[in-house]
């Protein structure tokens, strides 16, 4: 089953989009080619491909022309997942560059005593903990109803970018080691690029967050 939109109306007219369920097996529906992506390839992403699909009115979701509003809606929630996803990532990526550091001697001493690295840790800890603030802001509005357009591009906009930094810092720290499938911080580096550009683009999240605050 998918929820698929669909422009239902005039091309560029307001509210020309709605909302429907496609069930499996639905007829002119199938699957296209399996995407070969970066990262994030424990999902699978595939193409759909709709040919002479005829979907019944009583799988529409809410009313004719209602869905971008309701995607919009969606996509306020599904921010703060995309955050809590590359604060996971990011998370990830950070403890095992910490604990490496105070492994791994370079020169008789562990990496973690050059401050080339031990600042790139506080980095790291700093924007961890800020993106973890922006993401519980976002969590508290949405639990008590209130809006929270800009709280949710924010988190999603601050948390991804950060997951791409540490994960990259996290390799760096790792060194060679950092650039093989042995240790896991090259998988964090390839999954945390999904978050920039999965339920919308940072690029989108700055336009939404600037229309808001010049709202
Ligand atoms: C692995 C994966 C899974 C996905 N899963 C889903 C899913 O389940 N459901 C779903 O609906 N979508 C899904 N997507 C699609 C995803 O949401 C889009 O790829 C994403 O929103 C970007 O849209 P686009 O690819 O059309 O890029 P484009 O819109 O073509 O953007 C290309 C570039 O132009 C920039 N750009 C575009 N417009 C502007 C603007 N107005 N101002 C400034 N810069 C701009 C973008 O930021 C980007 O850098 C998935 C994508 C991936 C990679």
Same mark, same amino acid.
């Given at each position: &089953?998918?929820?698929? !939109? ?7 007219? %307001? ?8 069930? @499996? ?13 970066? /990262?994030?390839?424990? #999902? ?9 699909? @005829? !979907? ?9 022309? $209602?869905?971008? *509003? $309701? ?9 703060? #997942? ?19 550091? %105070? ?39 949405? &639990? ?5 357009? *800009? ?5 999603? =906009?601050?948390?991804? +970018? ?12 790792? /060194? ?12 964090? =580096? ?14 989108? $999240? ?5 229309? +808001?605050?010049?709202?």
């Amino acid at each position: &089953m998918a929820v698929v !939109i669909c422009r239902t109306g005039e091309p560029r007219a %307001k509210d020309n989009s709605t909302a429907f369920i496609v069930e @499996r097996g639905t007829a002119g529906l199938s699957a296209g080619k399996k995407e070969n992506k970066l /990262g994030m390839r424990a #999902s699978e992403t595939a193409e759909m491909i709709f040919d002479n699909c @005829r !979907i019944a009115d009583a799988n529409r979701i809410g009313e004719v022309g $209602q869905g971008f *509003k $309701q995607s919009m809606k969606v996509l306020d929630g599904g921010r703060i #997942s995309i955050a809590a996803l590359g604060l996971g990532i990011a998370r990830g990526a950070y403890e095992a560059a910490l604990q490496y550091s %105070k492994e791994r001697y370079q020169f008789d001493q562990p990496i973690a005593s050059f401050q080339g690295i031990s600042f790139k840790l506080a980095d790291m800890a700093t924007e961890i903990e800020a993106a973890d603030l922006l993401i519980k802001q976002a969590c508290d509005l949405k &639990m008590r109803g209130l809006p929270m357009t *800009k709280e949710s591009a924010m988190a999603k =906009y601050y948390s991804s +970018e950060v997951a791409v930094r540490v994960s990259t810092d996290a390799v760096q720290i790792f /060194g060679g080691y950092g650039y093989t499938k042995d240790f896991p911080v090259e998988k964090f =580096y390839r999954d945390s690029k999904l978050c920039t550009i999965g339920e919308g683009t940072s690029e989108i $999240q700055k336009l939404v967050i600037s229309r +808001e605050v010049l709202k």
